[in-house]
């Protein structure tokens, strides 16, 4: 692949650093049904329309101080944090795939996972513009060249349902038969709901991934979430602590892993199943 031109990378990184901002509207708002266009960006603590000489990403908050101009109030440090993340990942995916459509699904995907990983962090609860939307977008960078096609975008989105709907529906299976048993499990019993396993945000979110990343990416992406939330969960459960489960946010890990590292992941394993005969 060519050198790419720097300022190619440059420009990416400040329209990144732009669609971060915009990123941290989403996720504060989209959980609370609240539309991201009206009314402006407000200070939390006093209410006042952020002006937007204060709303520059990242430099804003330096020069502020980390505080409201009008009122004093501290500004959360995860407004710089995901502008320069967000900045960060377009222009790494510029450097890496240049003006492709490969480097355009790099970059959205990964900006999809952060507000992804935020969301469900915090409210345990991935919202259908994410989850839905990314699948839109995932759909369309398949028609640009460089990237997947948009049979193997389709069968991706597909199968990443598709997988998780059947982990879902076995799941759901011996909870009803009371095959898994817990006190959360008897709460939700004795509140009259029905017990469930996986959300169906969690499948529609794996069916945006294999929009982007084809079903061998849903395959390495579902491995390494449950992975990565084996090993975060299984010392809570050693020590008896009981908490809820935000699967999204490992889901958004092992996309981004898998985005990083699929094909050396998959060229390893073949390997080791070639040395195994």
Not at 98 to 107: D, F, M, N, R, V
Not at 111 to 136: C, K, M, N, Q, W
Not at 199 to 225: C, E, N, P
Not at 228 to 244: D, E, K, Y
Request: include cysteine.
């Amino acid at each position: 692949m060519p050198p790419v031109d720097p300022r190619v990378v440059v420009l990416a990184g400040v329209f990144g650093a732009v669609l971060g901002s915009f990123l941290n509207v989403c996720v504060y708002r989209w959980p609370r049904n609240e539309s991201v266009v009206r009314p402006r960006s407000r200070c939390p603590g006093c209410g006042a329309p952020i002006a937007w000489y204060d709303n520059v990403p990242v430099l804003s908050w330096l020069l502020l101080r980390a505080r409201c101009r009008r009122c004093g109030a501290p500004i959360s440090v995860q407004y710089p944090l995901v502008e320069l993340a967000v900045g960060v990942i377009w222009a790494g995916a510029a450097w890496w795939f240049g003006p492709s459509g490969a480097g355009l699904g790099a970059a959205l995907l990964a900006t999809i996972a952060l507000g992804v990983a935020l969301t469900d962090a915090r409210h345990y609860l991935i919202p259908d513009e994410f989850s839905l939307g990314g699948l839109g977008l995932g759909l369309a960078v398949s028609f640009l060249p460089g990237g997947l096609t948009p049979v193997e975008a389709v069968v991706g989105a597909a199968a990443g349902f598709a997988l998780l709907w059947v982990v879902k529906a076995a799941g759901d299976w011996a909870l009803a038969r009371g095959l898994i048993r817990g006190e959360e499990l008897a709460q939700v019993l004795e509140a009259g709901e029905t017990p469930t396993t996986l959300g169906m945000g969690d499948l529609k979110m794996m069916a945006m991934v294999g929009s982007f990343l084809g079903w061998r990416g849903v395959l390495i992406t579902a491995f390494l979430g449950s992975l990565s939330g084996v090993l975060v969960f299984l010392p809570l459960l050693l020590a008896r602590r009981r908490a809820p489960v935000p699967f999204g946010v490992f889901l958004a890990i092992g996309a981004v892993a898998a985005l990083l590292f699929g094909d050396p992941l998959l060229q390893w394993y073949g390997a080791l199943l070639m040395k195994g005969r």
